[in-house]
């Protein structure tokens, strides 16, 4: 009776293994594939601020030769 209550109890720590890290694992991946995205997006952002900037630089500075003439 006791090894067979054992044995019924086995199953169920394998899917309260399941139930507990599956979701975790996933959340982790998860987690980490936004990280990813995150730090793309940011250098993407990064770049392209700093083209937009040049250009407003360049084009003050190209007003105020206009305006010195």
């Not at 720590?13 to 936004?34: D, K, M």
């Not at 601020?49 to 084009?59: A, E, N, P, R, Y």
């Amino acid at each position: 009776l006791l090894i067979r209550g054992l044995a019924a109890n086995r199953p169920m720590t394998t899917e309260l293994f399941i139930i507990a890290y599956v979701p975790l694992a996933a959340l982790l991946i998860a987690n980490a594939w936004l990280f990813v995205l995150n730090y793309r997006w940011h250098k993407l952002l990064e770049t392209k601020v700093d083209s937009l900037v040049t250009k407003i630089d360049q084009g003050m500075a190209g007003i105020l030769e206009l305006d010195a003439d």
